[in-house]
């Protein structure tokens, strides 16, 4: 009752302001030119009052009013006065290669995937809504879904062998960074994790021991790891070689290869639980270990929260809650609180997607759903239904939508398809799943 309420007084506002809209308009016709001047300032402020997706609307109504919603200064005003980025919905792939979209937040402008690559290896997304799109091909593409355009990086010189990780980082000036973590050529030790379980119908079924051995997934232990960095504001990769050493080895976990970018830094999660970050100022990283309750729990992944606090949190089998952590001075884990997932005792729980403090609620993945568990609340609700092993990622973006130097929008569908015979891009299609409230 409380959220229709609100929602109601919102949409009677948004009437009132498209009102005093119309009222201009009329205005606007008038020959003086004084009054021209004042209105365009009465107008940006009152566009700033406005959901995103209504000012894009007005982008047709004159030249003036697509002057000031296109010019940069307005969309820093707009995401300063309506504050930071929040979680739009999750990404995730079919068997199709469709990308598929489930918003959980319809506020916001809507993401579109029309003409994405098919060969699609690895996803990521930044606090600000790009996307990193990393193709079989070694192309790597940055992408933002809501205005459209794309920055193509360029192949870097070399084979790199095996990479443990990528991520991507916004920058204030609106360049971006993206980072790729490789394993050393000379650096050869590998481990194979043995699979001695699997998932059915939402039960963990063990092996049988007289099964083959070969049933093992390989991932890479190593006390070096290459940085290799893209920067945008050079268009070109770094020069000199990163290479970090560590005092341990270190695993990197294959569900999180997409690293989690707060400010100028990157997180990615350890397969013992520990935290790897990049720093691309320094051009250092380093291991932050895990919050020391954390041990023999579950579950467990990183987010980056709407205030840009990195946040850990893992799963507690015998009481069924999350347990959330924030990271304080770079290196402590303070406990935040527990959110209860009422329901949840007979499904697998696959990862924790996201925890949304602005919501105050927490996302998980099970392996035929996504649910929502809000703080307060007695019980989960449905976001959408899954395929068993699908990976979901969070997209997170601003009130209004970010902007990138030397970008370039997208082929129309119509070069698209041209493409499609040379085997380069293909039209992508997108969904969309409602909430089931």
């Not at 809501?146 to 084979?159: A, D, H, S, Y």
């Not at 991507?168 to 590998?190: G, M, R, S």
């Not at 039960?203 to 232990?221: A, F, G, H, N, Y």
């Not at 609700?381 to 970010?402: D, H, N």
């Amino acid at each position: 009752m409380m959220m229709q309420k609100l929602l109601s007084e919102k949409s009677t506002c948004v009437l009132e302001v498209i009102t005093m809209m119309k009222n201009m308009l009329h205005m606007w016709n008038k020959p003086d030119k004084k009054k021209s001047v004042i209105n365009e300032d009465i107008v940006t402020e009152i566009l700033l009052r406005l959901p995103a997706k209504s000012i894009y609307k007005f982008k047709c109504v004159s030249k003036t009013w697509l002057k000031i919603i296109t010019d940069p200064w307005f969309g820093h005003a707009y995401n300063s006065s309506n504050g930071l980025p929040v979680l739009a919905g999750f990404f995730h792939a079919d068997d199709n290669c469709d990308l598929i979209f489930n918003p959980v937040n319809h506020q916001l402008l809507s993401p579109s995937l029309n003409h994405a690559p098919l060969n699609l290896l690895g996803l990521s997304t930044s606090s600000n809504g790009f996307l990193l799109l990393c193709i079989t091909d070694g192309q790597k593409i940055v992408y933002n879904p809501v205005t459209r355009r794309r920055l193509m990086i360029p192949k870097m010189k070399g084979n790199q062998e095996w990479i443990h990780a990528f991520g991507l980082i916004h920058e204030k000036d609106n360049h971006v960074k993206a980072v790729f973590a490789y394993k050393l050529v000379t650096d050869d030790i590998q481990t194979a994790l043995k699979i001695d379980s699997f998932t059915r119908d939402n039960k963990i079924v063990e092996l049988p021991k007289d099964w083959p051995e070969m049933l093992v997934k390989w991932q890479c232990m190593t006390k070096n790891v290459e940085f290799r960095v893209y920067c945008s504001k050079k268009n070109e990769w770094n020069s000199k070689r990163l290479v970090s050493k560590f005092p341990r080895y270190v695993c990197f976990q294959p569900e999180h290869k997409a690293g989690v970018s707060i400010g100028g830094n990157l997180y990615w999660m350890t397969m013992d639980g520990a935290v790897l970050s990049y720093n691309s100022e320094s051009e250092t990283a380093e291991l932050i270990s895990a919050p020391a309750s954390s041990a023999g729990l579950d579950a467990k992944s990183m987010h980056c929260s709407a205030n840009e606090i990195l946040v850990y949190c893992a799963r507690e089998r015998m009481t069924e809650e999350v347990v959330i952590w924030e990271l304080s001075d770079r290196k402590t884990w303070v406990a935040k609180e527990r959110v209860k997932l009422h329901g949840l005792k007979n499904f697998h729980l696959v990862k924790i997607l996201y925890v949304c403090h602005e919501m105050q609620a927490v996302f998980v993945q099970t392996l035929k759903a996504v649910y929502r568990f809000g703080v307060s609340e007695n019980e989960g609700k449905q976001i959408c239904t899954l395929r068993s092993g699908v990976r979901m990622t969070p997209y997170l973006m601003s009130p209004w939508p970010a902007s990138l130097i030397g970008d370039e929008a997208w082929p129309s569908s119509s070069s698209s398809s041209k493409n499609k015979n040379s085997g380069s891009t293909t039209k992508l299609k997108i969904h969309y799943h409602t909430i089931h409230e």
